[in-house]
């Protein structure tokens, strides 16, 4: 192994799981979170910039030009605006300055990295890579001392950010901030100054962002963007299947081609595994035993709460109903504290005995956030924060989790969870399924409701209809009921003074019994 590969081969690595993680991040960001959205870019800005590296030193290994991707790799620069989105967007996802930020910085670095591409203004070419001999462009040493200009404003906007956010946000944006600020440094100093003097390859700064990546994947796993047991759950899967797939096509064909040839082997070994892989249930029995390994059953109750969600409107009773949905979140989650509050006040009893009554404050604040809060992401609001009401009542209800219940666009009530009963925190998998499941038991109680109203009326009807009867049969003048004419009611007074029976009046016309002089008033 050489010199060269000694450089690229960690690079490939790094950039690899830059790629690997900014897909996983957009796939898992929670409620299309533009920072999130911000971060992904950032990472992909990143690999793009360690792969076009790693790239270029694999091919001066090999004595061939490497020209292309070394002036590609003036993509990172991009890296300066999407950190800085992120930072804005971390305090208000409406940011106006990150906004700003995209529309200016994003095109002038379009403009830097095509006129590197294609012009000799910023990289003439033809670089030594070790040791590092290069020609600069006109217009090099300019655009380096600018992005040195901006890596040093991103600092500044990031240490802002960092004393600005609250709760999980600052402990979220800390390990980011630290890892940025390393990452930054060696920008500054390999890519802005040293250039200056020919000193090293300004390439070099791709080695400062392997450690940034870790600290800021750490941060991601660890506070709740998304499981990181997931995304490694679904690469074994791709993984093992490629090699199941690869080695019985190899076992096929080896056991046919001499008796079919190598066309009839090729199609009969394809259909064959089609229908092993796609036909039957291995597919599925291999990712199951995959995410057993990975994830040893700590998804299960996401098949619970689908059962429940496919359950729930099929109960019309509401006591029922809440009753079931209560059950079905402690099943499934191993969940000790549930409480289900409705703005219509009902309430729903925990194992405690306290009644989850409705907060008239904490529906307020769900009108204006609109989505789920967890309790350790409001652990350090300040007092003065609005949402430090809304920490108090979910520590005095013993809750982690709030959930608003939306039928719609209205707020019918909340869920409260405690913590999960393995002790895991809430990932943003797990929101997506409650909210949906909020959303789902939502409507159900409103069916449910609607349900018992109108059995409530039809009951209401028949006691008055009774109530009717009972008065209409017991009086002593004749009682009668028509619609154009034709009977449809008739007393037992009726009966006996008119001599008719109520099916007989039934088959008479009403204005037939009427005396002509009277018919016009009776209409």
Not at 3 to 19: H, M, N, T
Not at 92 to 121: K, Q
């Amino acid at each position: 192994m050489d010199q060269y590969q000694i450089i690229s081969y960690p690079l490939y690595a790094g950039g690899l799981l830059e790629i690997i993680f900014g897909v996983a991040l957009l796939k898992k960001m929670p409620r299309a979170s533009r920072a999130m959205r911000a971060c992904a870019g950032l990472f992909f800005s990143s690999a793009a910039f360690l792969l076009c590296t790693a790239i270029s030193y694999t091919l001066e290994s090999q004595g061939r030009d490497y020209n292309f991707f070394n002036r590609a790799s003036w993509i990172g620069w991009f890296m300066i605006p999407a950190c800085l989105q992120f930072a804005y967007y971390m305090q208000d996802e409406n940011s106006r300055a990150a906004r700003i930020v995209g529309y200016v910085l994003y095109p002038f670095w379009t403009v830097v990295f095509a006129l590197t591409m294609f012009t000799d203004l910023v990289e003439p070419g033809d670089p030594s890579l070790i040791p590092f001999v290069a020609i600069d462009g006109p217009l090099e040493n300019p655009c380096r001392f600018i992005g040195a200009v901006m890596a040093i404003w991103l600092l500044i906007e990031l240490y802002r950010a960092k004393n600005r956010l609250t709760g999980m946000k600052k402990t979220q944006f800390e390990l980011f901030f630290y890892g940025t600020l390393f990452f930054n440094f060696g920008c500054i100093l390999v890519a802005g100054i040293l250039p200056l003097f020919h000193a090293v390859n300004p390439s070099f700064t791709t080695f400062f962002s392997l450690p940034w990546v870790l600290i800021t994947y750490y941060s991601i796993t660890r506070h709740r963007f998304f499981d990181l047991r997931l995304v490694i759950s679904r690469l074994l899967t791709i993984a093992l299947l490629s090699l199941l797939f690869a080695g019985v096509h190899i076992a096929l064909f080896e056991l046919f081609h001499r008796a079919l040839g190598d066309r009839l082997t090729l199609l009969a070994s394809l259909s064959m595994l089609g229908m092993i892989f796609f036909g039957t249930r291995f597919n599925r029995n291999v990712r199951q035993w995959i995410q057993r390994l990975v994830l040893k059953d700590r998804y299960d109750y996401q098949g619970v709460l689908l059962e429940c969600s496919r359950a729930m409107g099929t109960i019309l009773d509401l006591g029922d109903l809440l009753n079931y949905i209560i059950a079905s979140m402690k099943k499934g989650l191993g969940v000790e504290h549930v409480c289900l509050a409705l703005r219509e006040g009902h309430g729903v009893r925990h194992e405690k005995g306290s009644i989850c009554a409705v907060n008239d404050s904490i529906i307020d604040w769900l009108r204006q956030t609109g989505h789920a809060v967890i309790g350790e992401e409001l652990g350090r609001t300040r007092p003065d924060d609005p949402s430090a009401m809304v920490d108090a009542y979910m520590k005095t209800m013993g809750a982690e989790l709030l959930i608003p219940l939306v039928y719609k666009g209205e707020i019918k009530g909340y869920l409260l969870l405690g913590l999960k009963g393995s002790g895991e925190s809430y990932v943003q998998s797990d929101l997506d399924i409650l909210e949906t499941l909020a959303g789902q038991a939502a409507a159900a109680i409103e069916n449910a409701q609607l349900y018992e109203e109108a059995r409530q009326a039809t009951e209401s009807m028949r006691e008055s209809e009774a109530k009717f009867r009972s008065l209409a049969d017991t009086a002593a003048v004749a009682i009668f009921i028509h619609q154009g004419g034709n009977f449809l009611y008739a007393n037992r007074a009726a009966e006996d003074i008119g001599g008719y029976t109520v099916d007989e009046y039934r088959a008479i016309n009403f204005l037939g019994l009427v005396h002509p002089a009277y018919v016009d008033m009776i209409k």
